[in-house]
């Protein structure tokens, strides 16, 4: 019994990595599903959830809420919290036509129950509705199954360009001599040998003819590359991920970096408001202390974002508060250069009159007309008779250098 046991586990394990070894690319479907099954367990580490209870792990709670129904209902039995799906309804019983009622059937805990929601008019709250999403879709309904398909198909595309591309002439012969030399000639070069083709025909028409087969397929292949960059970019940031789906061939300017990131968190903030009041509202019915948090690369993405916009309002206020410390230093600047020129003005009358009393007391008189300065003292001496002397020698020497010359 425990050898056949064994022996159905081995060959189960054995039949599953021969599914999983070769990939096959033609295969729409299964690039489909691989497609969404690893986005699903990309997106598993987005959140994080703190105490919650033994009986509900965070992979059950998010499996159902991401992948199996796009909600979770949870509820309380016995002395255990747990988590579930079943069916929805009570629109009836709610004002605004909501789901306020659930029904649940668990085998493994013999139960088959009906739990009701805060919204529910007519029964008394004993269940918390937790919503993935506010319309109650998986992650595969809002993003993946669109963007797999997508992708699946470019990568068909590119399996047949590369294989095209293989081809970069096309030999046609004419008869099987010539078929059978084309074919040596391919066997020779892909053992790398040189080899020349020999054949009987001597005209030129019914000699092996060439010509190019992929002439555009460079051009192909780059242009599928960018649809599918740009496709994994667009699913990438709807999950909220930084991805660059500019396809411009050359550097990026920091605006249209920026536009890239503006709109990165809107499902996932989504997703985490919907968590957020579920945990609030399971709280205030059970007594817990639940929460929920952002985790892994979109816990980082928030972080960073949080200090970027802390730098951005210290900039701000440092600007603000030298411009108001430039006014300040304006009108104190105004106010001395005021006060520095009537002080200025002040002392300067002072020390004429100081010069003019000064000038009184030893007998000089000072008189200021135009540019014209006249001094005069008791002892009658002139400045403008000392200029006209200093003139006439000047005009002697002149001309006794002139005489000397003749």
């Avoid at 598993?44 to 009986?55: E, I, Y």
């Avoid at 747990?82 to 789901?99: A, H, K, P, Q, R």
């Avoid at 493994?108 to 109650?136: H, S």
Wanted: with cysteine; charged share 30%; glycine share 6%.
């Amino acid at each position: 019994m425990i050898d056949n046991t064994y022996n159905a586990y081995t060959q189960a394990r054995t039949s599953m990595r021969d599914r999983y070894r070769v990939y096959n690319v033609l295969d729409k479907s299964m690039a489909v599903k691989t497609y969404i099954r690893q986005w699903q367990n990309r997106i598993k580490s987005a959140f994080k959830w703190v105490n919650l209870p033994d009986t509900v792990p965070q992979r059950a709670l998010e499996a159902l809420l991401q992948d199996e129904a796009g909600y979770a209902i949870f509820f309380k039995e016995g002395e255990n919290f747990y988590v579930d799906f079943g069916g929805l309804g009570g629109t009836d019983e709610n004002v605004n036509y909501e789901v306020s009622k659930g029904i649940i059937t668990n085998a493994p805990l013999n139960l088959e129950r009906t739990v009701y929601f805060k919204n529910n008019l007519k029964n008394e709250q004993d269940a918390v509705l937790i919503r993935n999403v506010p319309d109650i879709l998986t992650c595969e309904e809002l993003v993946f199954s669109r963007y797999a398909k997508l992708l699946a198909e470019t990568d068909i595309t590119l399996e047949l360009a590369l294989m095209q591309s293989r081809a970069m002439l096309m030999m046609m012969a004419e008869d099987d001599d010539q078929l059978k030399a084309i074919d040596n000639y391919i066997k020779n070069i892909e053992t790398g040998n040189i080899v020349s083709i020999k054949t009987d025909n001597t005209t030129t028409d019914e000699a092996i003819k060439v010509q190019p087969y992929s002439t555009s397929m460079h051009q192909a292949l780059t242009d599928i590359n960018e649809c599918y960059q740009f496709l994994k970019a667009s699913m990438l940031q709807d999950m909220g991920i930084s991805a660059n789906n500019n396809n411009k061939r050359e550097s990026i300017m920091s605006s249209e970096s920026e536009l890239i990131t503006s709109g990165l968190t809107t499902l996932i903030d989504t997703m985490y408001n919907c968590r957020k009041e579920a945990c609030e509202e399971i709280n205030t019915l059970f007594g817990l202390n639940i929460d929920v948090q952002f985790d892994g690369v979109w816990k980082r993405a928030i972080l960073q974002d949080n200090v970027l916009e802390e730098e951005d309002d210290k900039e701000i206020g440092g600007t603000e508060n030298v411009e108001s410390m430039g006014e300040d230093t304006t009108e104190e600047g105004a106010e001395s250069s005021g006060g520095d020129a009537e002080g200025g003005s002040s002392e300067a009358e002072e020390e004429q009159e100081e010069f003019k009393e000064g000038g009184e007391e030893s007998g000089i008189e000072i008189k200021i007309e135009a540019e014209n300065v006249t001094i005069s003292n008791s002892d009658e001496v002139s400045v403008e008779e000392d200029v006209t002397d200093n003139n006439t020698e000047e005009t002697e020497e002149t001309d006794d250098a002139e005489n000397s010359e003749d």
